[in-house]
Every structure is written in C-alpha cells, then in structure tokens.
C-alpha cells in the first residue's frame, strides 16, 4: 500500500488452524512496523499469582505511535523484554473483531497471554499490548484480505532487525525469542517459532489486493418521499414543501419538473441542498383523485420522482327549503266560522341540516309551530274576526340557516252572507262629443256584474232623444252598447242617464254628457308640463296631455324641439291623450325647457310648454378596480377610504377571495374621497397600501 493514499481497508488473518478470524478495520495509512515488531513472541506464564497479574496488566490495550528510526533501533535490541505487537494502532483507530472459525475447526479459546519480560529494559519501555485480540476502535469500514501462508521449515529462532516498508503489506517470515530464550519461550510462553512449527501457514503474507477507489459522485436525496393533496372542488390546498440534500458526494445540481397541469413547483432548479414549494390549483377540477409526479435531476446523479397524489372532493351542498303546496287559499262567510285550517310541509330539497322558522304578514293570519329543524309541518290558521265582504292577501315566510328564505301567497275571501242579488256597472258614467251637424260618435259599452247574491235578472232603459242602448233586457252578467245621435242638436252639452233594474233590488243609474261643438277647433289640456329628476338615477314617470277636437273631423301632428323629449302618438284625426316623457340620460345638474306642437289643417296651432329641472344627486357612487395579486395564498383584499389624502382608519369593506373591483357608495356630494386598498393572506397577513386613488363628487 502506498503512502499516502486515504482508503477503507480491511485486513482478514486467516490461519489454517481454523483457530480464529481477525478483522482490523484502518482509515489512515498502516504505519512502518520493523520485521522484530511484527514476529516477537508471545510469552505465558505456567503458574503463580504474579503471572496472572502480569497478564492481567497486559490485557489494557495500548498502542504507541508509528515509530522512528531511534525506535525501531531500540525494539531490535528489547525484544525478549517486550510485549508482542502485530501492528501499531493508527490515529484513526481500527476496529478489530474475531470470529469464530467454522464448524469442525480445532477451536482454541484464548492466545496465551504476551507477558512483559523480567529483564530490564535499558534503552526505551514500550507500551503495553491489548489484553484481548478482539477490540473496537473508531468506526468499521469495508474489508480487505490478507493471508497467512505456511511458515518455511528452515526458520530460525534468531530474528533479523529489519523494516517493513511502508506500504508493503507481505509479514516476513521469522522465528520468535531471542538467543538466550530460544527454544523455551523466555517466560514460558509459547514462542512464535513454536506457533510457526504448529501452524505451518504462518511464514508468508500475501500482498494485499487492490483497493477500489471510493466514488464520490452526488446524489439525490428527498424528503417525504411522496406529496398527497386533499382539497374541496373549487378551493385548493395549502403548499407543501419538499426538501433536498446531498447524500453524495461533490456538488449537487438539480432540477425539477412536475407531470400535471394543476401542479407547480417553485424553484425549478438549485445546488446543495433546498427545498422546493409544491402548489396544487384545482380549477375546474370534478370531485375525484388525480396523480402526478415531481421528477428531481441531477448532472452525475440518478433521477429521483415523487409520486403526487390530489384527492378533491365534492363541494358542500346547502339546505334547501322546500314547500307543498305553494300557495293556500281560504274562503269563508262574513260573520260566519273561521275556515278549517291548511298544512303546509316542509321538506329539505339540498344537503346539510336545514333549520327553518316561519312567518307571516297578516293579522288575521296565524302559523304554528313557529319553527322545526328538518322535514316537518306548519299549519295555517285564518280568524274573521272584524273582516267585511272582500278579497284579502298574505304571506307566509319560510327562513332557514344558509338558504334563501321562501314565500307563498295566502288568499282568504269573505263573502257576503243570504245576501240579494245586486248589480254593479263599469263605467259609472259616459261622455261623447261631436261637432255640430257632423257625424255621430262612437259607442260606448257598459258592463254588468253582480255584487250580491243569487243571480240577478235585469233591464235597461234611458231618459233622452238622442240616447239609444242595446239588449234593453238580460240575466247575470253582461254588457249593455250605449250610443248617441247629433241629429239636429246645436252646440251645446246635453246630459241623460241609462238605468239598470235588477230583479227584487234597487236600480243603477249611469250618467250620460253629449257635447256638440259649433267649430273645428283643438284643445290641450293642460297647457303646461314640469318634470323634475336627479342625475344619474331614473327618468321621471311620463305625463299625459289631454288633446280633444271639436267642429268636425281634424287631421292632427305632434313635434316637439327637444332632444331629450319625446311625445305619442306622433298623429291622430279624433280626441285622443298625449303621453310625453323625458330622458335625462347625459344631462347635467340644471333646468331645460321645450315645447310640444299640436297642428292640424283650418285651425290654430297649440302649444304645451315643458319645464324639466335635473337635480345633483344626494349621494353618489364610485367604482374601484385594480389588478389581481397572484399569491397562491391570497385570501382576499381590504378597502380604506377617507376624505383626506393618507388619513385612513379602519377598512370599509374586506372582500374574500380574488375579486378585482369594488364599488364604493354613498358619497357626498362636494366632497373628494381617498381610496388604497391592500391584499391579505390565508395566515391574516397584510400587504402594503397600494398606490392612493381619489374621486370628487360633485
């Protein structure tokens, strides 16, 4: 072995005895040992307490340094007064083991124990050998051979001082003992000559074979060695954070990739050791179980995937109220018994536990039980009471935890008890115009009801020239045609009636106004319109002109010299009503004024004057967006406003969730407002004001 070179070593004795295995592990270079070190005798003791204590003593293990060539010169001239040393202990300590030799094998229990020698040492003291063959020091590495090879039969027991050379790892073949105790073991031990005569295989080492080179490529090591995401349709989970290392050796270069669209990975790549932050957005991701993998690559080193599993499961369903029937309806006599109650059922249409209570909004209206968790009933109760004859409507209002509340409509009639038969006209009353010696106008009708009980039988009859009408009798309801005749009236206003007689009760009288004008001519009425309205908010509600012709047939028009007015119908040739109507859409805060035209040939033009007054709003509204931050934590945005520039206080509004804009209302007017907003994380974190936005109402 040559010196200088740091390798893994294990040195395996083994002597054909089959007595023992030792193993020595070295990870520092075999110091030189001299021929002597490496052949002195093992001395024993035969007998006497003193023998056993020297033993004893020499049991401490105890290894000196490499020695010098002083040293080596010195063990040469000592060595029947020192204890046998196969190899001196290296810095790194080796580790030492022995094993027992296989089954059939002359086993021998013990070594005889190397005992110090009685003579005196003159020149240095050696330390003292290890007690037992078997020892542990430092930390075990892999193993090399060596073995012993018969020792020749021609050895004798003088031993040459000679050195090993470094790196050289053959043990020379040498008799033990010096020349005063050859033959006899010194001590009484038994000498290395005597264990070379009774174990043939010692006189030759083998050289040791070729040490591989340690390889000190990197590689990648990961932990957790698999990523698993667990996520509601619609939300997506929290990050998780996979770590790298370097269980190699040199430099670590890596790189990842992942296999799935919803998977992302950040960073991309790296050198030594770092993490990697693994995100999962589920999109539009159905309910199930996903798989995908993260790929770690490395020059030099082997490729690494970590498998990535997604489990999402279906979004959380809501309860729902359902209701049967969806409307109830009562009927009963005034002054009579309350009708008999109604049920309505309850059922949970969604998911979850549905926990409703119910109300409603009538007096004469009454529910029990007022609320229930789950399926169940509510029962509808009415009372009279008071009520007259008539027609009457509620509500009843289902509510529950985490749904929209729902309403059916309740009707309750009260009815007139044995009451007689009545009948009721529409209209209450008629009016016809013609001009004189022009053309009769046209009729009108009149419809017949019956307000009371029974079924009433009627006629009809009238009290003027010029009224005429049609059925004159008839049963139930029905209609009655009421017409005028001009003939020869002059101009003027005629009035008459049309009667109705129902059967067993009292009659009805309709008014009649026939008026006959003497000359063509157009009336507006009124003469005058004035809308108001409020910028920005809803157009006013249209107004009507009453336009009536007199003095014969007039072929009329409408115009107007507005942009923002309008008026229907545009023409017509009888009486008819004007509907006018403005848009203030793009006006400003002010008052506007236009005209309407009404013309028609052989007769004077008429004119309705409009006024329209816009108003600045009360309050007013403005809209904030801002770009979207793209922090796979976010949790939503907070909104700050003021009416100073930097004087904020508390937010206004926090919105959940990554929604970019905002409308901000009820702001005054003449005043200007400040707007930042900031964003905040799943943790409660916030960011930074954004930049500051500003809005003057006016």
């Known amino acids: 072995m040559h010196e200088g070179i740091r390798r893994h070593l294990i040195v395996h004795c083994a002597i054909s005895f089959g007595v023992m295995m030792v193993s020595m592990s070295l990870l520092s270079p075999v110091p030189s040992v001299s021929a002597q070190q490496l052949t002195q005798p093992f001395s024993q003791e035969t007998s006497g307490t003193g023998t056993q204590a020297r033993r004893n003593e020499n049991m401490a293990p105890s290894l000196p340094p490499s020695p010098t060539k002083s040293t080596v010169k010195k063990d040469a001239q000592t060595l029947t007064s020192k204890p046998h040393r196969l190899i001196r202990k290296p810095q790194s300590a080796p580790v030492v083991s022995i094993e027992p030799s296989p089954s059939g094998s002359s086993l021998v229990s013990s070594l005889p124990t190397p005992l110090p020698s009685t003579q005196s040492d003159n020149t240095t003291s050696q330390p003292k050998e290890p007690s037992s063959i078997s020892r542990s020091v430092g930390v075990a590495v892999p193993f090399a051979t060596m073995n012993v090879a018969p020792l020749s039969a021609t050895a004798t027991g003088s031993t040459t001082a000679a050195t090993v050379p470094t790196g050289t790892s053959a043990l020379a073949a040498a008799g033990v003992g010096n020349s005063s105790t050859s033959g006899k073991g010194g001590g009484g031990g038994r000498t290395m000559r005597k264990i070379a005569a009774e174990m043939p295989g010692l006189t030759e080492l083998n050289s040791t074979p070729s040490v591989p080179v340690l390889s000190v490529n990197p590689a990648i090591g990961t932990s957790p060695t698999s990523l698993s995401f667990t996520a509601q349709q619609g939300g997506n989970p929290t990050a998780q954070t996979l770590t790298i290392s370097n269980t190699g050796g040199g430099t670590l ?165 044995s009451l007689p038969p009545a009948i009721g006209l529409s209209p209450t009353s008629l009016s016809f115009t013609a001009p004189q010696g022009g053309g009769n106008p046209t009729a009108q009708t009149i419809t017949i009801s019956n307000t009371g009980g029974g079924t009433p039988s009627w006629s009809v009859s009238h009290d003027a020239t010029w009224l005429g009408h049609s059925p004159n009798t008839g049963t139930g309801t029905g209609t009655v045609t009421v017409s005028v005749t001009t003939g020869t009236l002059t101009a003027g206003t005629y009035s008459g009636q049309v009667s109705f007689w129902p059967t067993g009760g009292a009659s009805v009288t309709v008014p009649v106004t026939f008026t006959i004008t003497a000359a063509p001519n157009i009336t507006l009425s009124p003469a005058s319109l004035s809308y108001a309205a409020t910028q920005g908010a809803a157009n006013p509600v249209n107004q009507n002109i009453a336009l009536t012709t007199s003095g014969g047939t007039l072929n009329w028009t409408v115009s107007d010299d507005a942009s923002w007015l309008a008026v229907s119908p545009a023409s017509g040739s009888a009486n008819n009503t004007l509907t006018t109507s403005v848009n203030t859409a793009g006006l400003t805060a002010g008052t506007y004024t236009g005209n309407l035209t009404v013309s028609a040939a052989g007769v004077s033009s008429k004119t309705v004057a409009v006024t329209l007054t816009v108003s600045a709003p009360a309050t007013s509204s403005a809209t904030l967006t801002w770009n979207a931050d793209t922090a796979t934590d976010l949790a939503g945005y907070k909104i700050y406003r003021a009416t100073t520039s930097g004087g904020y206080g508390a937010p206004i509004a926090t919105i959940a969730g990554n929604i970019t804009t905002y409308i901000a209302t009820g702001l005054q007017s003449g005043t200007t407002y400040f707007f930042v907003i900031t964003a905040y994380d799943t943790a409660g974190n916030e960011s930074s004001r954004s930049n500051e936005v500003s809005k003057s109402i006016f």
């Open 253 to 417: 270069t890596w790189s990842t990739s992942d296999s799935a669209a919803w998977l992302s990975l950040s960073p991309a790549s790296g050198t030594g050791t770092g993490a990697v932050t693994a995100s999962v957005a589920t999109g539009t991701l159905t309910a199930g179980s996903y798989s995908g993998a993260i790929t770690l690559a490395a020059t030099g080193a082997a490729s690494v995937t970590i498998p990535v599993a997604l489990t999402i499961t279906a979004a959380a369903v809501p309860p729902a109220i359902g209701l049967s029937p969806t409307s109830l309806s009562f009927t009963a006599q005034q002054g009579g018994s309350n009708p008999t109650a109604q049920t309505l059922n309850i059922s949970n249409t969604g998911g979850g536990t549905l926990t409703w209570s119910a109300s409603d909004s009538a007096a004469w209206l009454s529910l029990s039980p007022a609320s229930g968790t789950g399926n169940g009933a509510v029962t509808a109760s009415v009372a009279i009471g008071t009520l007259t004859a008539g027609s009457y409507s509620g509500a009843i209002t289902l509510s529950a935890t985490g749904t929209a509340p729902v309403t059916i409509p309740v009707a309750f009639t009260v009815t007139v008890a």
